[in-house]
């Protein structure tokens, strides 16, 4: 167990829809970061916040969006969703800032399937 | 830009054969690299990492060593088990402004008894 928490753990819905993955990091830990698995793309790197602020963008499109709350769990909204949005979307957290040493523990994954 | 390559998979070895995953990596900096293992239906763990050049990262009886010179990050075990049964990711993260983690393309394994 990582420590990193994620809900829900499968989500179903249909183009168009909206919906909310929502992220718990370590305790302590400031950064949270978002990445997207899908079988043709492989894991790609989506948003990073750093203590409630943006840090880093990756490959996000812009049907999506995200942040980082006071109590430093985080949310990333899809929407307008497309079959293609469908994947799996990992959280993770680390310490510090970001980069160099730092490591980043993964959550279990939200499995999203756009029907 | 940065990026990682992974041997391409699926790889299957019979109980206590060596394993390697070849693993090459391309960056602008000096980055740090990170091998992460994911058991089916799971999401990724940290097996090992290293920092710097010359460093080997070891857990569970897998290791890697980070060589600047081939830009390489090959990870080794001497005898798997069924149990090691998973997917391999390379990955790098820049030392510089770049906080996210660039993925290789992962490698399924498959250990039979």
């Known amino acids: 167990d990582s420590g990193v928490t994620q809900t829900p753990k499968h989500l179903i819905t249909a183009t168009g829809q909206r919906v909310t993955l929502r992220c718990s990091p370590r305790?302590?830990?400031?950064?949270v970061y978002w990445y997207q698995q899908s079988l043709d793309q492989g894991l790609q790197f989506l948003i990073q916040?750093?203590?409630?602020?943006?840090?880093a963008k990756g490959n996000i499109l812009e049907r999506f969006s995200a942040q980082q709350f006071p109590d430093l769990h985080s949310e990333l909204n899809l929407s307008s969703l497309e079959l293609g949005d469908s994947a799996l979307y990992f959280c993770a957290s680390s310490v510090k800032q970001g980069g160099g040493t730092d490591t980043q523990y993964f959550g279990p994954g939200t499995r999203l399937t756009v029907l | 830009g940065d990026s990682v390559t992974q041997m391409e998979g699926p790889v299957t070895l019979s109980e206590e054969a060596f394993l390697t995953i070849n693993c090459t990596y391309t960056?602008?900096?000096?980055?740090?690299l990170f091998w992460y293992v994911q058991y089916p239906g799971e999401g990724l763990q940290l097996l090992l990492k290293?920092?710097?050049?010359?460093d080997k990262g070891s857990n569970k009886g897998f290791e890697a060593t980070y060589r600047k010179e081939t830009t390489s990050f090959h990870l080794e075990k001497g005898s798997v088990q069924v149990s090691d049964s998973a997917v391999y990711f390379c990955a790098l993260s820049d030392r510089g402004s770049a906080r996210q983690l660039t993925f290789g393309s992962g490698t399924q394994l498959t250990v039979l008894p």
């Open positions: 290293a920092t710097k050049a010359d």
């Open positions: 305790s302590g830990d400031l950064s």
């Open positions: 960056a602008t900096g000096y980055p740090s």
């Open positions: 916040y750093y203590n409630g602020e943006e840090r």
